[in-house]
């Protein structure tokens, strides 16, 4: 009975010190499975804090399409290398072992890839013991003229290095204008956020006064319902903040060539000075996308100048050396020691004139197809024309207009400012609801993100504006000095 006591309190025993201890470090216990949870994830990255400079910068030296655009204008120059060749002599050498029968027969036999060809007269006998035979030779071959068609090829791919060239040009403008845009596109994204967060603190402040208000028996519990509402409103009004800032960042970091969204980006001194409007000059003969139109339309025309040189005779000097050896009598008769290695050696020398007369059929066809590209390649340039001076004319619209809504802005803030705080007052006397507070509250809280946004709007003007011109370069500029300020 002893032992079954002491069993018995060893156990309860054991029971309390498993409780205290749990209830001495259960507090811990949760940071620590945090703590550890966090360093099994590995470190955390710390965000690259960006200007509107960097990222222009990084857009231009990261962007693959700019990438990609200059490897196709080193493989266009190339090129131009390759159809210069076509200007040098060919030359091919040969060297062959066999060992087979000499039985042939007179007569003439089609060019074709399956059966060999036998040289020399006709021998009596069938006999099929077979010999050694070998050859060895070279050909030479050239062109002396072509009546222009490897001139034509030349200039063809030259047109093609200046239409890769200028296509990087325009590759890089639109890649920066596009960083440059969606930096200040994620720049009012944040601003929207400190906003949202501005109004769930005020109406987080207002439902805790009215609940107070509520337990006093001063407003009802309608009241205290409502105010719960609206904080619940502006919370979802900061998250749906949140969550377009974070699209933007995603969108920024595709635009500079990242693969990380871990960047917190720094407008400074963008949301308090406003850049200056100089009325700039367009001269679109000088733009990268009207360069690349009239690149791309040379082309076409060279193309079908090269067609129109195909129709020609090829004219050929060809000279060549060669060596036979064959174990193949003139009669029937094999010597077996022979035709491992040439014994007789010959050269000719001649001068080809090859014309494919019938290929007109195809190359007219090919003529009307590059005519109409070229006619194609003509209007797209018209269109190019067409969209910049519309550019041009949007630019400077959206220019004006974000000068005068940034004049206003204050004002419009001051007044939706002054008319919350009187919501407020006038609620805490009994003559105003909390509908009123929320629906002033909300006019302000769009006031103070316009007013934030407004001078990034100038600044998005000036951007196309700059992209209207052809250069980002009057913009970096402007950039430069107010982050510099």
Same mark, same amino acid.
């Given at each position: 009975?002893?032992?079954?006591?002491?069993?018995?309190?060893?156990?309860?025993?054991?029971?309390?010190?498993?409780?205290?201890?749990?209830? #001495?470090?259960?507090?811990?216990?949760?940071?620590?499975?945090?703590?550890?949870?966090?360093?099994?994830?590995?470190?955390?990255?710390?965000?690259?804090?960006? #200007?509107?400079?960097?990222?222009?910068?990084?857009?231009?030296?990261?962007?693959?399409?700019?990438?990609?655009?200059?490897?196709?204008?080193?493989? %266009?120059?190339?090129?131009?290398?390759?159809?210069?060749?076509?200007?040098?002599?060919?030359?091919?050498? /040969?060297?062959?072992?066999?060992?087979?029968?000499?039985?042939?027969? #007179?007569?003439?036999?089609?060019?074709?890839? #399956?059966?060999?060809?036998? =040289?020399?007269?006709?021998?009596?006998?069938?006999?099929?013991?077979? +010999?050694?035979?070998?050859?060895?030779?070279? /050909?030479?071959?050239?062109?002396? &003229?072509?009546?222009?068609?490897?001139?034509?090829?030349?200039?063809?791919? !030259?047109?093609?290095?200046?239409?890769?060239?200028?296509?990087?040009?325009? =590759?890089?403008?639109?890649?920066?204008?596009?960083?440059?845009?969606? &930096?200040?596109?994620?720049?009012?994204?944040?601003?929207?956020?400190?906003?949202?967060?501005?109004?769930?603190?005020?109406?987080?402040?207002?439902?805790?006064?009215?609940?107070?208000?509520?337990?006093?028996?001063?407003?009802?519990?309608?009241?205290?319902?409502?105010?719960?509402?609206?904080?619940?409103?502006?919370?979802? !009004?900061?998250?749906?903040?949140? !969550?377009? &800032?974070?699209?933007?960042?995603?969108?920024?970091?595709?635009?500079? +060539?990242?693969?990380? %969204?871990?960047?917190?980006?720094?407008?400074?001194?963008?949301?308090?000075?406003?850049?200056?409007?100089?009325?700039?000059?367009?001269?679109?003969?000088?733009?990268?996308?009207?360069?690349?139109?009239?690149?791309?339309?040379? /082309?076409? +025309?060279?193309?079908?100048?090269? @067609?129109?040189?195909?129709?020609?005779?090829?004219?050929?000097?060809?000279?060549?050396?060669?060596?036979?050896?064959?174990?193949?009598?003139?009669?029937?008769?094999?010597?077996?020691?022979?035709?491992?290695?040439?014994?007789?050696?010959?050269?000719?020398?001649?001068?080809?004139?090859?014309?494919?007369?019938?290929?007109?059929?195809?190359?007219?066809?090919?003529?009307?197809?590059?005519?109409?590209?070229?006619?194609?390649?003509?209007?797209?340039?018209?269109?190019?024309?067409?969209?910049?001076?519309?550019?041009?004319?949007?630019?400077?619209?959206?220019?004006?207009?974000?000068?005068?809504?940034?004049?206003?802005?204050?004002?419009?803030?001051?007044?939706?400012?002054?008319?919350?705080?009187?919501?407020?007052?006038?609620?805490?006397?009994?003559?105003?609801?909390?509908?009123? @507070?929320? !629906?002033?509250?909300?006019?302000?809280?769009?006031?103070?993100?316009?007013?934030?946004?407004?001078?990034?709007?100038?600044?998005?003007?000036?951007?196309?504006?700059?992209?209207?011109?052809?250069?980002?370069?009057?913009?970096?500029?402007?950039?430069?000095?107010?982050?510099?300020?």
């Amino acid at each position: 009975m002893l032992t079954l006591r002491r069993r018995i309190f060893l156990v309860i025993t054991s029971l309390l010190l498993i409780n205290l201890v749990a209830l #001495t470090f259960g507090s811990a216990s949760a940071q620590d499975l945090k703590e550890t949870v966090t360093s099994l994830s590995g470190p955390q990255l710390r965000p690259l804090s960006l #200007t509107l400079s960097d990222a222009v910068e990084m857009a231009r030296r990261n962007f693959p399409e700019i990438k990609a655009a200059v490897y196709r204008a080193e493989a %266009s120059k190339a090129r131009v290398r390759k159809e210069k060749t076509a200007y040098l002599p060919r030359g091919s050498m /040969l060297v062959q072992e066999m060992r087979g029968t000499s039985n042939q027969i #007179t007569g003439p036999l089609l060019p074709n890839g #399956t059966i060999p060809v036998i =040289t020399g007269a006709e021998v009596g006998g069938n006999d099929l013991t077979g +010999g050694w035979g070998s050859a060895t030779g070279t /050909l030479l071959s050239w062109e002396p &003229f072509d009546f222009g068609l490897r001139a034509a090829n030349v200039r063809t791919a !030259q047109a093609e290095e200046r239409f890769a060239k200028s296509q990087v040009a325009l =590759t890089e403008l639109d890649a920066v204008v596009s960083a440059a845009e969606t &930096f200040l596109k994620a720049a009012a994204a944040q601003q929207a956020v400190k906003a949202s967060k501005a109004k769930l603190d005020r109406m987080t402040v207002l439902k805790d006064t009215v609940r107070v208000l509520v337990d006093k028996h001063l407003r009802s519990n309608t009241d205290g319902f409502l105010a719960e509402a609206e904080e619940a409103k502006a919370r979802d !009004q900061f998250i749906e903040a949140e !969550q377009s &800032f974070d699209l933007a960042i995603a969108s920024l970091a595709e635009a500079i +060539g990242l693969t990380t %969204s871990a960047l917190n980006i720094e407008p400074g001194a963008l949301l308090n000075l406003r850049p200056g409007f100089n009325q700039l000059a367009v001269n679109i003969e000088s733009h990268p996308a009207w360069l690349a139109q009239s690149s791309a339309l040379e /082309l076409a +025309g060279n193309r079908k100048r090269a @067609i129109e040189k195909t129709y020609y005779p090829k004219f050929s000097i060809i000279a060549a050396m060669y060596g036979r050896g064959s174990a193949f009598r003139s009669d029937v008769s094999i010597n077996q020691g022979k035709g491992f290695y040439p014994t007789r050696v010959n050269y000719a020398a001649g001068f080809n004139i090859n014309f494919p007369f019938l290929d007109i059929f195809d190359l007219r066809a090919q003529h009307l197809l590059a005519s109409k590209l070229e006619l194609s390649e003509r209007a797209h340039l018209d269109f190019t024309f067409l969209k910049l001076r519309t550019d041009e004319n949007r630019a400077t619209a959206l220019m004006k207009g974000a000068l005068r809504i940034a004049d206003n802005a204050p004002i419009k803030v001051y007044a939706a400012r002054e008319a919350a705080n009187s919501a407020r007052v006038r609620y805490q006397i009994g003559l105003a609801s909390i509908n009123d @507070i929320a !629906q002033d509250e909300q006019l302000l809280t769009q006031a103070e993100v316009e007013e934030a946004t407004a001078k990034l709007r100038v600044w998005r003007a000036l951007l196309a504006r700059a992209a209207a011109t052809g250069s980002i370069e009057p913009f970096a500029l402007e950039v430069r000095k107010a982050e510099g300020n």
